[in-house]
């Protein structure tokens, strides 16, 4: 079945600094990918997306490349704010007909003044 | 749009009461999510329906769950009777299919 996987957090970086949360899929074909994000006390929301291999998705400086290859997606910003500190969650859609997503865990990231 | 709503925010109960969760999705939406999340299981689906309909409801922890959705406007999710074991927040998600879900602010519910 699909799966979702991501590294562990929490990361903690510095304002300013280069993010990067890895993310890694196993999938039957060639799904949508996603990622969302869950701020403090909120639900989750769309950050950004790919539909297929070698999309890049960008939203509000982040970035993420749909890598067949190497069956990834990581996440990217070049420089984070400390209101980017939140839970950041990998996606994959489903082409079996089920429809619904599948989650990975969530990595917390914690920026530092 | 208000987004989708969700009642209560807060609940706390003790085990054996019956609880009742509820959602008002985003007009327009026809797919709806139940989701639960822990600190130990994380983001787990629950049920889902398409057009009022439920799809797939193997994430239902057992029969002590129970979901319906009785129109396009209304959804709710019960557990009787509740168990400590139940104690997340559960989260509303609709959308107009799966790619994009819009999320409510959760149900934080306390099983005591």
């Known amino acids: 079945g699909n799966s979702v996987t991501q590294m562990e957090g929490p990361v903690t970086l510095s304002e300013e600094a280069f993010l990067t949360i890895n993310c890694t899929y196993t999938?039957?074909?060639?799904?949508?990918l996603f990622w969302y994000v869950q701020y403090p006390g909120e639900g989750l929301q769309l950050l950004l997306k790919?539909?297929?291999?070698?999309d890049k998705g960008s939203n509000k400086g982040f970035e993420a490349t749909y890598r067949k290859e190497t069956t990834s997606f990581h996440l990217e910003k070049g420089s984070v704010q400390v209101s980017d500190s939140a839970v950041y969650f990998c996606?994959?859609?489903?082409?079996?007909?089920?429809?619904?997503?599948?989650f990975g865990s969530g990595t917390r990231l914690q920026v530092q003044p | 749009d208000a987004g989708v709503i969700q009642s209560p925010r807060h609940e706390v109960t003790e085990m054996g009461q019956e609880v009742t969760l509820r959602c008002k999705p985003i007009?327009?939406?026809?797919?709806l999510f139940w989701y639960r999340q822990t600190m130990m299981r994380g983001l787990e689906l629950l049920i889902y329906?398409?057009?009022?309909?439920?799809?797939?409801d193997s994430g239902m922890p057992e029969d002590r769950f129970s979901a319906k959705m009785p129109n396009a406007s209304f959804s709710t999710l019960k557990i009787q009777p509740s168990e400590p074991r139940d104690s997340a927040v559960y989260f509303c998600?609709?959308?107009?299919?799966?790619?994009?879900?819009?999320f409510g602010s959760g149900t934080q519910l306390s099983v005591l």
């Open positions: 996606a994959l859609s489903d082409l079996t007909g089920r429809r619904a997503l599948t």
């Open positions: 999938a039957t074909g060639y799904p949508s």
């Open positions: 790919a539909t297929k291999a070698d």
């Open positions: 007009s327009g939406h026809d797919y």
């Open positions: 329906f398409n057009n009022n309909v439920p799809i797939d």
């Open positions: 998600a609709t959308g107009e299919g799966n790619e994009k879900l819009f």
